[in-house]
């Protein structure tokens, strides 16, 4: 089918559902049929759902997120075309089918649990004609000291998130998505990202980041407060069900990280890098105390260490920490370019991040060796059943 009689199949509402694949293929001679085998690679994760997925799905070893802004003239009328092409795309590859022109079954049959998630940004909502619609934080995140954004790496109109285990379902999903928005949207920034591979670890385990820390060990465990921190409940009855994502892009300076002392690292962040456990002792989720003294009286835990810092100092300051490494290095001059895509999911960015991101920003040690390079807001919308579009109560069909 041409792109021309897709997009006619898809304004018409005849979205046609995928199915799954869920296995994979070993052929043992040439001359015998392949025997099916279950593989991880088959995995798939469903994209229908009161709640669009890749964010409490357990994270995949690999993430890409590509902002677009809209094209000059664009109407609510292409931004309803844009997305139902989008969300037919994003039903089919996530159970492992290519979309409806793309004759390379191949190139999509193992999803590695791929997921696709979409954001709104200030910008779509203007275009919609509902700008009064955007949540106020995201449209106006406050300037933050230590900020040191560049344009390239902030702002879009749509975000495109798509993760997956396995790079190569994940490559051949972002370009489908990209190529069908092309004619409407164009491309501002894409970041890619990368956490431990699957299995190299038990299930369950905090992922390390680049500085060897142990990164979201404190999130909310599975379960009401897990929904209750990142869903909203109250609000536009076309955001219920969604949620409000920060995504910061934070260098690091690892070269002068891996000089300093160890006892100094762990100081610096309040806890241990082997096991994620307080300076002041317990297990990896226990909480650091900062009453705790030595012999002589002095805190233990410093009062600029980050995990003090970041501590959500009330209910409405959890936030669900989605973090992947980058690695964009070495540059020329043989220093690393890498550091920390921050993806923080939260009901409402107002009382969540920004409360703890300025605490981090008067008084964090760790700001010596990190700095926020990139900044975007996104309005995530609840998800959708077979035949509905993503933010349709937003966007209208």
Not at 192 to 212: C, H, I, K, V, W
Request: glycine residues 14%.
């Amino acid at each position: 089918m041409t792109a021309v009689g897709r997009r006619a199949v898809l304004v018409g509402g005849a979205v046609v559902a995928g199915g799954g694949i869920v296995g994979g293929a070993v052929a043992l001679r040439p001359d015998r049929p392949a025997v099916p085998v279950p593989t991880a690679g088959g995995e798939t994760v469903a994209f229908h759902g009161p709640h669009q997925a890749g964010i409490t799905t357990p994270a995949q070893a690999h993430a890409v997120f590509t902002a677009l802004d809209l094209r000059p003239g664009s109407g609510p009328g292409d931004v309803r075309r844009l997305l139902r092409m989008l969300t037919d795309d994003a039903g089919r590859l996530t159970a492992g089918r290519p979309p409806l022109e793309a004759s390379d079954p191949e190139l999509p049959a193992l999803p590695s649990r791929l997921t696709v998630t979409f954001g709104f940004g200030p910008g779509l909502f203007d275009v919609l004609g509902r700008g009064g619609e955007c949540p106020a934080v995201l449209r106006d995140l406050p300037a933050f000291a230590t900020d040191r954004l560049d344009p390239r790496w902030s702002g879009g109109d749509l975000l495109l998130q798509v993760c997956s285990d396995d790079p190569l379902p994940l490559s051949y999903a972002l370009r489908r998505l990209v190529r069908s928005a092309r004619s409407i949207a164009t491309v501002r920034w894409t970041q890619r990202g990368f956490g431990p591979a699957r299995g190299s670890e038990p299930a369950g385990t905090t992922p390390r980041n680049l500085m060897g820390q142990r990164d979201g060990t404190a999130n909310p465990p599975a379960g009401p407060e897990l929904d209750d921190t990142v869903w909203v409940r109250d609000g536009p009855g076309w955001l219920r069900g969604g949620s409000m994502l920060v995504l910061r892009r934070v260098r690091m300076e690892l070269d002068t990280w891996d000089d300093f002392g160890r006892e100094g690292k762990h100081m610096a962040v309040a806890r241990r890098l082997d096991t994620g456990a307080p300076v002041t002792g317990g297990g990896e989720f226990d909480d650091v105390d900062p009453r705790m003294v030595d012999g002589r009286g002095i805190p233990i835990a410093i009062g600029g260490a980050h995990v003090l810092r970041a501590t959500a100092r009330d209910p409405g300051e959890r936030m669900l920490r989605r973090g992947y490494s980058y690695d964009d290095g070495p540059t020329t001059d043989g220093l690393p370019d890498a550091g920390l895509l921050f993806a923080a999911y939260q009901a409402d960015a107002a009382r969540a991040f920004v409360p703890v991101q300025k605490r981090l920003a008067e008084s964090d040690v760790m700001n010596q060796w990190i700095t926020h390079v990139g900044s975007s807001t996104w309005a995530i919308p609840p998800g959708c059943v077979p035949g509905e579009v993503i933010g349709e109560s937003l966007v209208g069909r």
